[in-house]
T-cell receptor, first 120, second 111 residues
Framework: NAGVTQTPKFQVLKTGQSMTLQCAQDMNHNSMYWYRQDPGMGLRLIYYSASEGTTDKGEVPNGYNVSRLNKREFSLRLESAAPSQTSVYFC???????????????????FGEGSRLTVL | KNEVEQSPQNLTAQEGEFITINCSYSVGISALHWLQQHPGGGIVSLFMLSSGKKKHGRLIATINIQEKHSSLHITASHPRDSAVYICAVSPYTGANSKLTFGKGITLSVRP
């Protein structure tokens, strides 16, 4: 099935441990994202990749690193986990097209199922 | 002030009612997304629109670019519509750019 696959779905870490969240999409999208979702805060962008080989910081990048290994895969790494990084993490991919003046943007946006991370 | 504001914050409706969820934004945009998230579940994109109106089944999304406002309407609501509805915008620089999200509206539809 087409879509965004992220792993693991659940993870418990101790403070200071490291881990990598993996994300892959099979829709040939250029744009990929990592978000975190916390109660009352909504979705906040951690990192964004507009295309293979490029990454850009989002709203809350501190404590995270990313790699856009190829067009399909975009991984998120926590080098030294902290309790403040306890959250639900979502990977997403998107593609949009603009037909030209007077036209309308069309496109699609897909999210992974989420990864629930607890840091003790 | 958040760039994307949603109202009301929480909404309870009776099955069969017509529901409207609003989204206002303060920045120039290229496109707006409506997303749905069921409790404990993933996030699904319902609509992407940059003008006018779109319809899918019982869901209708409208946008007024001049007023920087969008609405999501649910006709003949059903308990399975109970979810969080999130509005997100792409900046005017392009719909492939970073999205800014509202905090979401929690909708409960009672049978």
């Amino acid at each position: 099935n087409a879509g965004v696959t992220q792993t693991p779905k659940f993870q418990v870490l101790k403070t200071g441990q490291s881990m990598t969240l993996q994300c892959a999409q099979d829709m040939n999208h250029n744009s990929m994202y990592w978000y975190r979702q916390d109660p009352g805060m909504g979705l906040r962008l951690i990192y964004y990749s507009a295309s293979e080989g490029t990454t850009d910081k989002g709203e809350v990048p501190n404590g995270y690193n990313v790699s856009r290994l190829n067009k399909r895969e975009f991984s998120l790494r926590l080098e030294s986990a902290a309790p403040s990084q306890t959250s639900v993490y979502f990977c997403a991919s998107s593609e949009a097209q603009y037909p030209g003046q007077g036209g309308e943007w069309t496109g699609e946006l897909f999210f992974g199922e989420g990864s629930r991370l607890t840091v003790l | 002030k958040n760039e994307v504001e949603q109202s009301p914050q929480n909404l309870t409706a009776q099955e069969g009612e017509f529901i409207t969820i609003n989204c206002s934004y303060s920045v120039g945009i290229s496109a707006l997304h409506w997303l749905q998230q069921h409790p404990g579940g993933g996030i699904v994109s319902l609509f992407m629109l940059s003008s006018g109106k779109k319809k899918h089944g019982r869901l209708i999304a409208t946008i007024n670019i001049q007023e920087k406002h969008s609405s999501l309407h649910i006709t003949a609501s059903h308990p399975r519509d109970s979810a969080v509805y999130i509005c997100a915008v792409s900046p005017y620089t392009g719909a492939n750019s970073k999205l800014t999200f509202g905090k979401g509206i929690t909708l409960s539809v009672r049978p």
